[in-house]
């Protein structure tokens, strides 16, 4: 007799090796230019991911998908290193239509929707409960709830970015659509438009919640405060220019 437990890990793991194999074949079949849509795609996505020096306090959630908590996360969810990249995949685009678009932008809990979702399938049927486990949430004993199934997910998501790493890098000209330049072009037009005096064009998504945001990772917070209180002290006893 198979424990019931076992068997929900059988039929889990036979299912996510079936999406695996099917993502695989898609993708060496799918065109180089779909490809670098995709990862064109994924980069604009992680860029959505924040944790911020600002974020602070109960109202931010830490990030406790991976072990890092959240410290250099959006090169890990790019590249399928964090369990988020699963998420991401297994969600779909309608994770982000329903936060950037079909739910109200002045409701509160809108801004937090792709969060606390994420939050909410990382603990999946877990007995303990978000609420608890965050509240008694440190960063150095970090541990995984579900640690069988999450290491599959993200074994899997890492194995698909990689795919799509080596189906982009057959394709020479990927730098031709890289959104960095363009958002250091948009910069600098915006600088430029102020130095002159022309009024900055005016913003017309400012009220979309385009931002997920987690809690600002401890060990992040405490280089900054040093960096700062180092930046203090030298401009406090730099001598003056009369001196």
Not at 20 to 45: C, G, P, Q, V
Not at 78 to 87: A, D, I, P, Q
Not at 95 to 117: G, S, V
Not at 183 to 194: P, S
Request: charged fraction near 30%.
């Amino acid at each position: 007799v198979v424990h019931p437990s076992r068997y929900r890990f059988e039929v889990f793991r036979q299912r996510e090796d079936l999406i695996l194999e099917r993502r695989l074949r898609y993708i060496s079949e799918m065109s180089n230019e779909l490809a670098k849509d995709y990862k064109l795609m994924f980069m604009l996505l992680s860029s959505a991911f924040r944790t911020s020096i600002s974020n602070q306090g109960e109202d931010h959630k830490p990030w406790i998908f991976d072990w890092s908590c959240g410290i250099d996360g959006q090169r890990l969810l790019r590249r399928g290193n964090s369990w988020l990249t699963w998420f991401v995949l297994h969600e779909g685009p309608q994770l982000f239509w329903d936060q950037w678009w079909m739910l109200p932008p002045d409701a509160p809990e809108t801004k937090n929707h792709i969060r606390d979702r994420s939050i909410e399938a990382w603990f999946g049927k877990t007995k303990i409960t978000p609420e608890d486990f965050i509240r008694q949430f440190l960063p150095k004993q970090w541990n995984d709830v579900n640690e069988k199934w999450h290491d599959i997910q993200r074994d899997y998501a890492h194995k698909i970015q990689k795919a799509m790493e080596e189906k982009v890098a057959s394709s020479s000209d990927f730098t031709s659509v890289n959104p960095i330049l363009y958002f250091t072009q948009y910069a600098e037009c915006r600088q430029l438009r102020e130095e002159v005096g022309v009024p900055a064009a005016p913003e017309t998504l400012s009220h979309v919640p385009f931002h997920i945001d987690f809690r600002c990772p401890e060990e992040l917070f405490q280089k900054f405060c040093i960096l700062r209180e180092e930046k203090a002290f030298a401009l406090a006893t730099q001598p003056s220019a009369r001196a």
